[in-house]
T-cell receptor
Framework: DQQVKQNSPSLSVQEGRISILNCDYT??????FLWYKKYPAEGPTFLIS?????DKNEDGRFTVFLNKSAKHLSLHIVPSQPGDSAVYFC???????????FGAGTQVVVTP | GAVVSQHPSRVICKSGTSVKIECRSL??????MFWYRQFPKQSLMLMAT?????????EQGVEKDKFLINHASLTLSTLTVTSAHPEDSSFYIC??????????????FGSGTQLSVL
């Protein structure tokens, strides 16, 4: 049973524009959410996180929004840069060190 | 640089043979490591939690006799796929928890191993 879903397998965005990646979850016990970035032939690397006590967390060009009532979170990248081209995974856990449940990932391509 | 090293990155083997994958934490001692499996266009699925000095904890549906996990030291966990079959072909990835952190922000991943069983 997929508890974390990323329904868009791919996203193409022009350099300088905003990238918006979406993620939905079903388990109401999840209270910690993370986004990971993955380049080919490398492991996922942590990008940004948010706990359920917040609805927004910002780190430079990256902002994560959490809508608990809708069980939905999104990652905004602005402005998008060519180096942002990668696969982005959404993950959720119950507790900060809880087991991570991953979405299937969204392939982002930033075009010049 | 990478803080978790995983080897090999790719392995091709014949059906019936066993394959060992190593996962090493380079910058910290990891009492807890995790093993995941990913099929194409699907999410990373947790297979098991590897605890240093004790038996691994397997997720439901994962055969512990097929996927042997050994965490003999604080920096090394190994996954052995025994008597591999074509359906075991997949991408396997490990992660290690840095105990100096408090959340999964300090969970570091290896680069993965693509296993192909002929």
């Amino acid at each position: 049973d997929q508890q974390v879903k990323q329904n868009s397998p791919s996203l193409s965005v022009q350099e300088g524009r905003i990238s918006i990646l979406n993620c939905d979850y079903t388990n109401s016990m999840f209270d910690y959410f993370l986004w990971y970035k993955k380049y080919p032939a490398e492991g996922p690397t942590f990008l940004i996180s948010i706990s359920s006590i917040k609805d927004k967390n910002e780190d430079g060009r990256f902002t994560v929004f959490l809508n608990k009532s809708a069980k939905h979170l999104s990652l905004h990248i602005v402005p998008s840069q060519p180096g942002d081209s990668a696969v982005y995974f959404c993950a959720a856990s119950a507790g900060g060190w809880g087991k991570l449940q991953f979405g299937a990932g969204t392939q982002v391509v930033v075009t010049p | 640089g990478a803080v978790v090293s995983q080897h090999p990155s790719r392995v091709i083997c014949k059906s019936g043979t066993s394959v060992k994958i190593e996962c090493r934490s380079l910058d910290f001692q990891a009492t807890t490591m995790f093993w995941y499996r990913q099929f194409p266009k699907q999410s990373l699925m947790l297979m098991a939690t590897s605890n240093e000095g004790s038996k691994a904890t397997y997720e439901q549906g994962v055969e512990k006799d097929k996927f042997l996990i050994n965490h003999a030291s604080l920096t090394l966990s190994t996954l052995t796929v025994t008597s591999a079959h074509p359906e075991d072909s997949s991408f396997y990835i490990c992660s290690a928890r840095d105990p100096r952190g408090e959340t999964n922000e300090k969970l570091f991943f290896g680069s993965g191993t693509q296993l192909s069983v002929l």
